[in-house]
Each structure stands twice: as C-alpha cells, then as structure tokens.
C-alpha cells in the first residue's frame, strides 16, 4: 500500500494493486501505475523508492527499465512495481492478462 500511496503523491495514474501471489510463485503483488511521459515516470519511481526507505521499508532487489522510462519495473520480492507510460501501459495491459486476479482496494489516505 506504501508504494501505491508514493505513486499517488507523484500523481499517477490509475494506480491499481493486482494480489498474483496464489498463482504466481515470485511475488504476492503487483503495483501498476501510469505517468504522462519518461520524467514523471521516473519522478513517480523514485518517490516509490524513497517513500519505503522513509517507513524503513524493503530494498528494491533490482530495478529495470530505468534509462528508457516506458516501463520501469522495480523488484521488491513480495511485491512488484510497475511504473509505466500511458502508451506502454496500454500496450502490455497487465491489468487484463491478470484479470482473473482480485485488485487489492487502497485510497491514498489508507
């Protein structure tokens, strides 16, 4: 919920939580979000980043897709973080390839 809540803070977009831990054995949660372009992508990745070590939170594992900013993915272990671009969010579509996945309810005030 601390990652979905630093999204919001940068004001991303349509900020779900995916629960993919009974069918997907690497992590129990995927984070997606949306930017309006590479820079708030990142701006929205690093508040991410900081927001957790503030709350002495997880490490990232590791964190790709930094550089281009179309799809930034950062690996937390029990949960991961995507931080995309509207027109790579659209594409890849997580949220329909894991449909069948209950979303996680969060508000930027929990």
């Known amino acids: 919920m601390a990652a979905a809540r630093a999204a919001d803070d ?3 977009e349509d900020t ?3 629960a993919v831990g ?3 054995a690497i ?9 309006r372009n590479a820079r708030q992508v990142r701006a929205i990745a690093e508040e991410i980043e900081e927001q957790l070590t503030i709350l002495d939170g997880p490490k990232p594992i590791r964190i790709e897709g930094k550089q281009e900013a179309e799809w930034l993915l950062m690996d937390y272990g029990g949960f ?4 995309f671009d509207s027109a790579a969010r659209e ?3 997580l949220e329909r390839l894991w449909s069948d996945q209950p979303r996680v309810p969060w508000s930027p005030t929990d």
């Open 80 to 83: 991961i973080v995507h931080v």
């Open 91 to 93: 594409y890849y579509d």
């Open 16 to 18: 779900v939580i995916i």
């Open 10 to 12: 940068k004001l991303a």
């Open 22 to 24: 009974q069918v997907l």
């Open 27 to 35: 992590t129990d949660y995927f984070v997606v979000a949306s930017g």
